[in-house]
């Protein structure tokens, strides 16, 4: 059976079910007061966690991509995983917080299989009738300079990959979370690709008067960035498009679903509310 590591990135203590797939893993570790029992840690071996509020959860990447072998590299949040659901319409739904129980009734048990024979499996794309580079100059704390550096960069060091990108970036469609699976040899590829270019974003960018919430721009673009890969890569490798599950605190639930039964995730009347009264 091969070896799935799916890493589920925690700044803050919180349960993962004790699932064979999830590894819990504390980003940001060189940072915090104390190391989360039971947890691995990104701050180990090589690893870039004191650049944790910039990079979010692209610290645990980088700590796996340097220090851990296994077949298939995933990478999850505390509160939002994938779960096996081909055909699922939308491209994430809500539950309360995660336990093995309903891991169980998303499906987990036919992970494994989904997973096997995919070169890479990303979230159910989300549209938000609205170019990705258009959402990103208008998103709150983000920067559109920030995202013409990293396209900037990407055309200098990698032309090839120009006409991908504008694709990706004129479409509507978008991978949201920096969450994934992929197969070792697409994953080495991946983190090899990413993080010299954010490595040359951090070079060239200014961002010293940016505030807690602007400095997180290496984590913000990459989330481009792998929509990026994906559409480079995708007549080349296995891709598979699999829904997210938002958790959410039992005072958040019945909310949070009356919110996506009226306006549901992806769905245009939903992008035009959240246009109206801003990102």
């Not at 004790?18 to 989360?36: S, W």
């Not at 989330?223 to 296995?238: A, I, W």
Request: contains cysteine; aromatic residues 12%; positive net charge.
């Amino acid at each position: 059976m091969p070896d799935i590591k799916i890493f589920v990135c925690c700044h803050q203590p919180c349960e993962v079910p004790k699932h064979p797939l999830l590894v819990p893993l504390q980003v940001g570790a060189a940072l915090a007061d104390t190391h989360f029992p039971g947890f691995l840690h990104d701050d180990t071996g090589d690893n870039i966690s004191t650049k944790n509020r910039s990079y979010c959860e692209l610290t645990a990447q980088y700590w796996a991509w340097k220090n851990i072998e296994a077949d298939y590299y995933g990478f999850f949040h505390y509160r939002r995983y994938l779960y096996p659901d081909p055909m699922a319409k939308r491209p994430y739904r809500i539950e309360r917080q995660p336990t093995l129980e309903l891991l169980d009734k998303l499906g987990y048990a036919r992970f494994e299989r989904i997973i096997e024979g995919k070169d890479l499996i990303v979230p159910k794309p989300e549209n938000m009738y609205l170019p990705v580079r258009t959402h990103y100059a208008s998103a709150t704390y983000h920067h559109a300079k920030d995202l013409e550096l990293a396209e900037q960069i990407v055309e200098k060091r990698m032309p090839k990959m120009t006409e991908a990108m504008d694709e990706y970036l004129t479409g509507t469609r978008q991978y949201f979370g920096n969450i994934y699976i992929m197969r070792r040899e697409v994953f080495r590829d991946y983190c090899s690709w990413l993080f010299s270019i954010l490595e040359e974003f951090d070079r060239l960018a200014d961002v010293s008067s940016y505030s807690t919430q602007e400095k997180r721009v290496d984590g913000y673009l990459a989330e481009r960035l792998l929509g990026v890969y994906v559409t480079y890569q995708r007549h080349s490798l296995n891709v598979q498009q699999l829904p997210r599950v938002h958790f959410c605190t039992v005072q958040d639930y019945i909310k949070k679903k009356l919110l996506n039964t009226a306006l549901p995730p992806g769905s245009k009347r939903r992008a035009i509310v959240k246009s109206l009264g801003g990102r």
